[in-house]
């Protein structure tokens, strides 16, 4: 006979259980304007862009940080003194830059190449051998702008790191530490073959530099005024026989930053004025002029919302989100994971009361009131959460922007989807907590 199970028991549930027929249909209409997000916004600039576009589509008002970060917000019916509701996401993804002269030509192997410094923690064996496409901008030395997508169409040509054929791999790679086996130099990103005619020193290097020239008027100098990213010219796709799931590039944190922006989108008069909040860097520690450790933006925001507030006594009584991903459990390396306390694809939001790593150490760590209240509110709407920590004490962890702001007297806790795959080319979430990530950050900012 089975032995039965307290009801005191917590036991975690999936949200396919939760939420009902109805809702999962939603979510699975849901998941089709996210994966058109992802195709259009794979870059920082390109997400402001869009935000921008939505936003001023809905009269919604937004606010910029020059070109990398942003926040809409709408008024609430209580004055700015009652403290405002804040989700806060980022918009940047790990990725390769070009280097500021990245040209060169390689002619033992008769190739040009861009040579790429690598952008946030990344497994650098992910970059080779896979399609790659670049996206940025170019300052030119008349200072005309050339925004740069190649490689999304069908019809672009697309780059690629390149790799050693395992014949030829074992004492170079095969025999060394996973982390040592691809040298961070060597990610060089093929780009052309075919020589120039005539007498030139650099044939394949000068034939590249006049194709550019030819098609948008660029110089060899214009790439030190330059902003070019690599990045997987992977399209996003359902994943699984039952279309589950999404998989694509930057769904962290691009999952939070799209599910936050259609959140406060669809809110009209929220209870406290609501702010989503979108900012780069935070891959990089947060560092930079539009990351979340710039507290001027948010002060210039509260001035231009209200031009006599006491910006403190409102910070004090504010109450945020950190719309960050966490790592859900991965299932050929459970080992890694503290089962009890990790998150679990399919199981709705994540709710993680601490970050940092080893002793907490770089972390904000909500208070127990807090995270009650955030309970209290999911569970009212019926909105599937679940607990997370990033891997067993010791062996992982990791800092969201929720530092930041915890640091201005608010009151913040880190929300939202799992990921399986998390910082590869091809991350995945399931489309159940990508809904329940909207249902989750409109119900805080309607509060």
């Known amino acids: 006979m089975a032995e039965a199970e307290s009801k005191h028991v917590y036991k975690k549930i999936p949200a396919w259980e939760i939420l009902s027929n109805e809702n999962i249909k939603q979510a699975f209409d849901f998941s089709e304007p996210y994966k058109r997000f992802l195709s259009e916004v794979k870059t920082e600039r390109e997400a402001v862009i869009k935000i921008k576009q939505m936003a001023e589509q809905k009269n919604k008002n937004i606010m910029l940080n020059r070109v990398s970060g942003a926040a809409i917000f709408v008024s609430g019916i209580k004055p700015l003194s009652d403290g405002l509701r804040i989700v806060i996401s980022h918009i940047d993804s790990p990725r390769l830059d070009l280097k500021q002269i990245p040209l060169f030509e390689d002619s033992d192997s008769s190739l040009a190449l861009l040579e790429t410094h690598y952008y946030g923690g990344i497994k650098k064996f992910h970059w080779v051998t896979i399609p790659l496409s670049l996206h940025g901008i170019v300052i030119k030395k008349d200072g005309d702008k050339i925004t740069f997508r190649l490689g999304e169409e069908e019809k672009d040509p697309i780059f690629s790191v390149p790799d050693l054929l395992p014949h030829l791999s074992y004492d170079v790679q095969d025999t060394k530490k996973m982390q040592d086996a691809i040298n961070a130099e060597n990610l060089d990103i093929v780009v052309g073959s075919r020589p120039v005619k005539g007498e030139y020193k650099n044939k394949i290097k000068t034939a590249i530099l006049e194709k550019l020239n030819e098609e948008y008027g660029l110089v060899e100098e214009d790439f030190i005024s330059a902003e070019i990213e690599a990045v997987p010219a992977f399209a996003p796709r359902d994943l699984g026989f039952d279309r589950s799931m999404v998989a694509a590039y ?139 920590e990033l891997g067993k004490v010791e062996k992982g962890g990791g800092g969201t922007v929720a530092k930041y702001f915890s640091r201005l007297g608010m009151e913040v806790i880190d929300l939202g989807p799992p990921v399986l795959s998390m910082h590869s080319p091809y991350e995945v979430t399931s489309k159940v907590d990508i809904y329940s990530a909207y249902l989750a950050y409109k119900a805080f900012l309607e509060s």
Request: hydrophobic content about 35%.
């Open 250 to 388: 930057g769904q962290d944190d691009r999952v939070c930053a799209y599910t936050a922006l259609q959140a406060i989108l669809d809110i009209e008069k929220p209870n406290h004025t609501a702010i989503s909040i979108f900012v780069d860097k935070e891959e990089i520690g947060s560092e930079g002029n539009a990351s979340a450790q710039v507290t001027t933006f948010i002060r210039s925001l509260l001035k231009t919302i209200d031009p006599n507030v006491d910006l403190d006594k409102v910070m004090l009584k504010s109450k945020v989100i950190s719309a960050d991903v966490n790592a859900a459990i991965t299932p050929n390396y459970t080992e890694v994971f503290e089962l009890k306390n990790a998150s679990a694809i399919g199981h709705g939001v994540v709710m993680s009361k601490y970050t940092g790593h080893g002793g907490k150490y770089s972390a904000n760590d909500a208070s127990a009131e807090y995270v009650s209240e955030i309970r209290k509110l999911l569970n009212s709407k019926s909105i599937p959460w679940q607990t997370g």
